[in-house]
């Protein structure tokens, strides 16, 4: 771990909860995607320049323990709930990428006033209302990280030659994702009706060329946020803290910094 | 000894070569190329030889049921062993089985079994199996919840068939207010129940620790040798000997009036492209948390093509030598099951007698032939060998009906 980058575990509702944390000045908690997260990203460096950055593993994701009892997304908002309070950080800002999104959502939608931005990249947890939410469980770990990407090369740059830790990874990743987020897939047929109680200002982004969410269910979230402003990085797939990591980083910082 | 006819039931109707083309002929195999014509024909043709079987001396029908795949066109099995409930008369309908973690609601299968059991007079026997990692997908069932649920799903439809309504049931997948089910089994306690399985340990343990006979699948000699291994050592563990009674197997077995016919027919049992189970991307037939963690590294190279498959892709002479595939004449065949049988010691023996393309006037030979000459003769040799089965023995349904047991554990109620 590079210099700044520190790492703790935290003992929240049973399991061991990793966090890794760096940088000062306004929290900023960042969700990653149902891919897991890579130890260190571009992106989390950028953000760690202006702000104190948290990322944690989802409960049953990477190196974080996976809470046998935990059966839906919403669990993981209420662990993180209690993340935020044991580590003592008050008005945090939230980026949600991905999967990561749907939490973040589920955060702000159950504690409105608890939390500076809000930010959606991508986010999972509304049934888009044009196309679907693309199915991992019928393509192979590789196909559907790289499917993440709109430029190959991006993914290249990110996993490299795919070790087999990392599909083993990726294979605990996605058993976590079925056993939370099976049935409806990746998204919750309750939280588009609460998204309306949101008090934090809410940034959403999509990648323009994004495989895995439909642009439509940004559009749902920019409509249902109270106050959200839509934006859409070009040259990006689903991924776009992997693949346009400064571009995103310059949209999340100016908006946290913003009073 | 209890002797079985199987088959597969293929819808053998299907365009092999689009599949070939698309590269894969399960689960997202469009269903456009289901011919209902061709259906028609073979549905009525696979009932017409079940009930043929029974004229021909079959004691014991074995049916399964898988789904959105050719390699087996029988989606319900509850259906074909109701129409055989009502119109044979004294064979075994031998369910292998029914898939416990697709259900939704295992009272209504509870309900469904004890229906078939009552119209045949309590013929039926209800085996319970997993289901295949694409029968999650194709019934959207979470693969990840499967084993739990196969369990839960167990104990539910068993409790509906054994304690008397009304009940409530607040369980972990299953919850139910009022069980109550107005259609109990004929059998008491309850009819048997045996499991089938090919690969995965865990299996064979909770069958061990249920009693419940365990069907080795079509796999070779050396492997179900090395299951009843761990099934012996478990059964020891609870605190009672297994035997023969507790062992079943099922092989590829076709029979004909000549050897040439019969190799020829034989081939057919690698009709899906040297599949079981047809062409598919592995992770529809192994989702994410459907096996055993113990396999999850070798299992995700496989799955993006870096491994072989661990079930390997035997050529038909390998499973001929290895003795997962034999064929020929009553004459030849007879002296080469005396071995699996010496071998291997099951008092269940299924025989998968025809698949793939074998014309229905070849497959009624073949069961014939089984009926009349290979089933008799291995009768008689379970008896010489000391092979008796379950229904002989009288032997108990489940572990808690045991008055045999070394020491009393706490299943034993």
């Known amino acids: ?259 | 000894m209890h002797v079985m006819y199987f088959t597969e039931q293929p819808m053998s109707a299907y365009p092999a070569n689009v599949g070939l083309e698309i590269g894969h002929t399960a689960l997202m195999f469009s269903n456009k190329y289901f011919d209902p014509v061709a259906g028609s024909r073979l549905y009525n043709e696979y009932l017409e030889q079940y009930i043929y079987a029974e004229e021909q001396g079959v004691e014991g029908f074995m049916l399964n049921e898988h789904h959105n795949a050719p390699f087996c066109m029988q989606a319900k099995c509850n259906v074909f062993a109701s129409i055989l409930a009502a119109v044979t008369k004294k064979a075994k309908i031998v369910l292998l089985g029914n898939p416990l973690p697709l259900a939704e609601n295992p009272v209504r299968l509870a309900e469904e079994l004890a229906m078939i059991d009552m119209i045949s007079k309590g013929r039926l026997v209800s085996g319970f199996v997993r289901g295949g990692g694409q029968e999650q997908l194709a019934t959207g069932v979470n693969p990840a919840f499967n084993r739990e649920r196969f369990e839960e799903a167990h104990d539910l439809l068993v409790a509906a068939w054994t304690r008397q309504g009304p009940f409530r049931w607040e369980g972990t997948h299953y919850q139910h207010r009022v069980v109550n089910p107005w259609a109990v089994p004929l059998q008491k306690p309850y009819p048997r129940v045996w499991i089938p399985g090919v690969l995965s340990k865990e299996t064979i343990i909770w069958a061990a620790k249920q009693r419940y006979p365990y069907i080795a699948l079509n796999t070779s000699i050396e492997a179900t040798k090395n299951i009843w291994k761990v099934y012996d050592e478990v059964a020891r563990e609870v605190g009672y000997e297994a035997g023969p009674e507790n062992r079943g197997y099922l092989q590829q077995v076709h029979v004909s009036d000549s050897e040439e016919k019969a190799e020829k027919n034989a081939r057919q049992f690698l009709w899906m492209q040297g599949e079981f189970t047809g062409l598919a991307h592995p992770v529809w037939s192994s989702p994410s948390g459907y096996s055993s963690p113990d396999h999850r590294r070798q299992f995700v190279q496989f799955a993006v093509g870096r491994a072989e498959s661990p079930r390997g892709r035997p050529t038909f002479e390998t499973q001929v030598a290895d003795g997962r595939v034999i064929f020929g004449t009553p004459k030849t065949v007879i002296p080469k099951l005396r071995r699996v049988l010496e071998e291997t010691r099951p008092s269940i023996y299924g025989l998968w007698g025809n698949d793939g393309t074998v014309s229905n006037e070849d497959a009624r030979t073949c069961i014939r032939l089984l009926g009349q000459e290979v089933m008799p003769a291995m009768r008689e040799i379970g008896n010489e060998l000391g092979l008796k089965d379950p229904f002989q023995l009288n032997s108990p349904v489940h572990l808690r009906y045991s008055t045999d047991l070394k020491h009393m554990p706490q299943a034993a109620e």
Not at chain 1, 143 to 164: I, L
Not at chain 1, 198 to 225: F, H, K, M, N, T
Request: charged residues 20%.
């Open chain 1, 1 to 259: 771990m590079a210099a700044g980058w520190s790492e703790r575990e935290y003992d929240i509702a049973g399991s061991k909860l990793h966090v890794t944390r760096a940088g000062s000045g306004r929290p900023v908690l960042v969700l990653h995607h149902d891919t897991g997260s890579p130890e260190r990203l571009p992106f989390y460096d950028a953000l760690a320049e202006r702000f104190d950055v948290l990322v944690p593993h989802h409960p049953g994701y990477g190196k974080s323990e996976r809470p046998q009892w935990l059966r839906h997304p919403r669990d993981i908002a209420a662990v993180y709930q209690w993340l935020l309070a044991e580590a003592g950080v008050e008005r945090a800002s939230l980026v949600g990428l991905g999967f990561g999104g749907w939490i973040a959502a589920e955060m702000a939608a159950l504690a409105p006033r608890d939390f500076h931005r809000l930010v959606l990249v991508g986010a999972m947890g509304v049934k888009p209302p044009e196309g679907d939410i693309f199915d991992q469980a019928i393509v192979s770990y590789i196909d559907y990280a790289r499917a993440g990407f709109h430029d190959e090369a991006a993914f290249a740059r990110v996993y490299g030659e795919v070790s087999t830790d990392q599909l083993v990874e990726w294979d605990i990743c996605r058993e976590m994702s079925f056993r939370i987020a099976w049935k409806p897939y990746m998204h919750s047929q309750t939280l588009p009706h609460l998204l309306g109680g949101v008090r934090a200002p809410s940034l959403v982004v999509w990648g323009d060329q994004d495989q895995i969410v439909p642009r439509s269910a940004g559009e749902v979230y920019a409509r249902s946020l109270p106050n959200a402003r839509f934006e859409i990085v070009a040259g990006s797939g689903h991924c776009v803290d992997m693949e346009q990591p400064e571009a995103l980083a310059r949209l999340v910082t100016a908006f946290v910094a913003e009073n």
